[in-house]
């Protein structure tokens, strides 16, 4: 129409419209002639001429490019994307283990923007952000505009800085939070002995030296506790991170087999990775907790201790991402994530959106709330409180108490794991 408006009457349209329809069919056969994708550049380099010469308002090229990047390896799945060298400085920390920002991971589920977990003492625990939170807006920007990598970027800034982010909590009325950035350090691994022989390891992310600090704290343990006779391996919460830093963690505890298998597209395998007996843990049980926010390396090891029959997995179904990220930096400083095979189990499972099943389903943090029956069992008065009740013969004074835990899920694994020891002693006669 506007070309209409340009050249004047219908007459001379139809003579030059013939002359460029001679041109434009020898384009179209030439441009037909070409094979496969690129046969859309020209429409694509038609479009940004189009903008470059039309738009409202002045158009800067490399925002432009840069978004039909962007747009491109949206269409291909919620985690490959361009990292603009911001972003990927930000991709560098979080591997790295300290950044400034709100303190929660997030990623996209069933198309939005969702909390896998906060990180502890952050600014958004201390503001109640829970696993599974839907984030609607940033800033009042909804995140249903933008991308992954953007919407991490947008939370992220100066030390005593607010943002403001809008949460869509299930079966509630969505609602704003100010958050207050803060340096956010985040140590990959926790340990502590939950009784003499027994251990509670947490790996909140895989971070560069995670199996590192994982097999010093296997040896500190040892040595307090007089020797190991079992582990609970925490990964709840756990978003992910490092693949390779997730195969060393399972080759601390798996002396032989395959661990994980990477197939890039057609099932072409790229990697495959089998445990070394040097240096192996072998000689203790072992207990996995995993839940719905354990993701991609936290369920790498989990499949790998599953069906190497090295471990129990106790919990709930995890995240379901079975898919491998390959980072490749470009000449301005920036980077490609690209989502280039999915990784499968040493049973040659793949758990893309289906997860790992615990082999014992634990469902909750905090313990059920009781049946009537239950309830008034626990308010029945114990031997110890009846009056005139037998005392107990004095024990030694070395002799392990089990630990109260007020975590349910932790208390049901210790218990697992404690079965495990005993069994394995029964059958070796100890």
């Known amino acids: 129409m506007m070309w209409i408006q340009k050249k004047g009457s219908l007459f001379r349209l139809g003579v030059i419209g ?15 002639s070409v094979k496969g994708p690129y046969r859309k550049l020209d429409v694509f380099a038609r479009v940004l001429s189009l903008i470059e010469q039309n738009h409202v308002e002045s158009i800067d090229e490399g925002k432009l490019i840069e978004g039909a990047i962007q747009g491109m390896l949206r269409a291909l799945d919620p985690h490959s994307s361009y990292l603009s060298p911001e972003d990927f400085r930000i991709l560098k920390e979080d591997t790295e283990g300290n950044f400034c920002g709100v303190g929660m991971e997030v990623g996209i589920k069933e198309g939005e923007l969702t909390v896998i977990t906060p990180i502890p003492d952050s600014p958004a625990i201390k503001a109640g952000i829970l696993p599974g939170d839907r984030i609607l807006k940033i800033e009042g920007v909804p995140t249903s505009t933008i991308d992954l990598m953007d919407a991490v970027q947008r939370m992220r800034g100066r030390e005593g800085t607010d943002v403001t982010i809008t949460v869509k909590r299930e079966s509630e009325e969505p609602f704003e939070v100010v958050l207050t950035r803060a340096v956010i350090e985040v140590q990959s691994v926790a340990a502590e002995l939950l009784e003499p022989g027994y251990a509670h390891i947490r790996i909140k992310a895989f971070q560069e030296e995670t199996s590192a600090q994982v097999r010093d704290e296997l040896r500190h343990m040892k040595l307090i506790g007089g020797g190991l006779k079992g582990v609970v391996l925490d990964l709840r919460r756990n978003p992910g991170g490092l693949m390779y830093e997730a195969v060393k963690v399972s080759d601390l505890f798996v002396s032989e087999g395959m661990l994980l298998s990477t197939k890039s597209r057609g099932g072409v395998v790229i990697e495959s990775f089998d445990a070394h007996r040097a240096g192996t843990f072998d000689d203790i049980e072992l207990v996995v ?62 758990i893309q959106a289906e997860g790992i099943m615990p082999d014992v389903v634990v ?58 020891v005993r069994s394995r002693a029964a059958r070796e006669g100890k």
């Open 363 to 420: 469902e909750s943090l905090n313990p059920p709330v009781p049946d009537e029956m239950t309830q008034a069992i626990s308010e029945m008065p114990t031997e110890g409180e009846l009056p005139g009740h037998l005392q107990q013969e004095k024990k030694s004074n070395t002799e392990a108490k089990s630990p109260e835990l007020s975590d349910y899920q932790l208390r049901m694994g210790f218990q697992i794991l404690k079965g495990m």
């Open 18 to 32: 013939l002359l460029l329809g001679s041109v434009l069919f020898s384009q179209m056969a030439l441009a037909q």
């Open 289 to 350: 907790l995993i839940d719905g926010a354990s993701a991609s390396a936290a369920e790498i090891v989990a499949g790998a201790l599953q069906d190497s029959g090295r471990a129990m997995v106790v919990g709930m179904q995890s995240f379901g991402k079975g898919s491998v990220q390959t980072i490749i930096p470009l000449r301005d400083g920036a980077a490609l994530k690209l989502t280039t095979s999915r990784y499968y189990t040493p049973a040659g499972r793949s």
